[in-house]
């Protein structure tokens, strides 16, 4: 196996302008490859930090010159020569290099792309596409059982609130589930079907429908939170196909962001002025699901609200997809703590929360000893890296969270699925509706 001779790293800018690292490996036998990092807006605060310049000067402090610094100075003479195809052995040295409990000595994102980029070089080197490679190495993680690679019921995301659409709503985003789909280039179709309808439903209503939000959905001013539901299925009814059966609605509310930990509250103000204890935000989440087609739950309640999931789980685990973001951050100390707890049924996966591909597959790997589902995830500062979906496909997470069918970031991985889903031959298989039914 060719062994890793170069790395070489970069300032590169991501979907909303801001500064990112883009890392590049190559092999002694010339293989190449290359990845830029993610980053998010509404973070979790027990996510791997990021290592920025805070240089007021460059993009408002924004800047990633001395993560850049750091792949060249400090972490490639520390792996240089190591085998492409140990990924374990070489996440491993990057965690022990840097030495923190969150990698914000040498930062997360200059980790991750170090990771990435050697990945993507080793595929290249055995002459494999991403996603098999990195078959290879879940198997290797879980053993010969693992499920073989699957195309992901993709999640899309059609109106945006929160910090994703400048608070115009509280709640962060509004999704559709294409359930109905029998595979995914039917999926995407039904979407772009959905997406457009919805489009014209909001201008005519006068709701500033133009406005499209950092994930690529629209960023509509309307009155409540519910309308923006209302509004998809009036779009769903309106291309001939049934809520429920053929789309299911998904939320991400980002709680975090309207908990006040001082008080025990969470404040909803975009559209109203409600407040709520987490018993009292509870009652209004399963009297949505009583109401609309909900399948899934994103943060229903704030990142540390342990007795609360605990009480949501317990009201909704049974019939509603309840998923942890902030609440897990891909963590597999945080994860286990939940299994333990009983809390949320599913893990919201993002690969630059943790720091490298390998911790990523351990978080992986427990949910899928736990009976959690996975949803591998995008950031909302994306790029035209679309790793991601290759590795929803080789570890069979079933479900996939892009964003909207706008913006080039987000096509970008869609695009990729489709490629994959005619790489792997006639009738591949899809996770379609069972990847997120109970």
């Not at 490996?25 to 973070?43: E, H, L």
């Not at 629209?218 to 291309?239: M, N, Q, S, T, W």
């Not at 979906?389 to 080789?394: E, G, K, N, P, T």
Request: hydrophobic share 45%; aromatic share 4%; charged share 25%.
């Amino acid at each position: 196996m060719s062994r890793l001779a170069k790395l070489v790293a970069r300032e590169v800018l991501d979907s909303r302008g801001q500064p990112t690292v883009e890392v590049e490996a190559s092999g002694d036998d010339g293989a190449f490859g290359r990845a830029i990092v993610p980053a998010g807006a509404s973070t979790g605060r027990h996510e791997a930090k990021e290592l920025r310049d805070a240089d007021a000067r460059r993009f408002g402090g924004r800047g990633v010159r001395r993560a850049v610094a750091g792949v060249g100075a400090e972490i490639a003479p520390a792996v240089l020569g190591i085998d492409l195809d140990d990924q374990a052995g070489l996440d491993a040295r990057l965690v022990d290099l840097d030495g923190t409990p969150d990698k914000g000595r040498l930062g997360a994102n200059a980790i991750l792309g170090v990771s990435l980029a050697v990945a993507h070089a080793a595929a290249a080197s055995k002459g494999e596409e991403l996603y098999q490679h990195l078959h290879c190495l879940w198997r290797d993680h879980v053993g010969a059982d693992a499920a073989g690679p699957t195309v992901p019921l993709p999640m899309i995301n059609m109106i945006s609130g929160g910090l994703h659409a400048g608070a115009n709503l509280d709640f962060q985003d509004f999704l559709m589930v294409p359930v109905g789909a029998a595979d995914f280039g039917g999926a995407l179709e039904m979407a772009s079907a959905v997406y457009r309808a919805l489009g014209a439903i909001l201008r005519e209503s006068g709701a500033e429908a133009a406005l499209v939000a950092d994930e690529g959905g629209y960023g509509p001013k309307l009155r409540a939170d519910c309308h923006a539901v209302e509004r998809i299925l009036e779009a769903v009814v309106a291309c001939g196909l049934e809520p429920g059966r053929d789309v299911a609605i998904a939320l991400d509310i980002a709680s975090s962001r309207l908990f006040d930990p001082a008080a025990g509250l969470y404040r909803l103000s975009a559209t109203a002025n409600d407040v709520f204890d987490s018993a009292g935000m509870i009652d209004l989440l399963e009297h949505w699901t009583r109401q609309f087609p909900i399948a899934s739950i994103e943060d229903g309640l704030a990142e540390d609200d342990w007795d609360g999931w605990a009480a949501l789980t317990a009201r909704l685990g049974g019939r509603v997809q309840l998923i942890g973001d902030d609440l897990f951050v891909t963590r597999t100390d945080r994860l286990l703590l939940g299994v333990e707890r009983k809390v949320a049924n599913a893990v919201l996966v993002k690969v630059n929360q943790v720091g490298t591909l390998t911790e990523t597959f351990a978080t992986l790997a427990l949910a899928r000893r736990s009976g959690y589902r996975a949803i591998v995830s995008a950031r909302s500062g994306e790029t035209e890296d679309a790793t991601i979906a290759d590795l929803a496909v080789a570890v069979g997470a079933g479900q996939i969270k892009i964003g909207s069918l706008a913006r080039s970031e987000r096509l970008a991985k869609y695009n990729r699925l489709l490629r994959i889903t005619e790489h792997l031959g006639p009738n591949p298989p899809f996770a379609g509706r069972s990847a997120i039914e109970l």
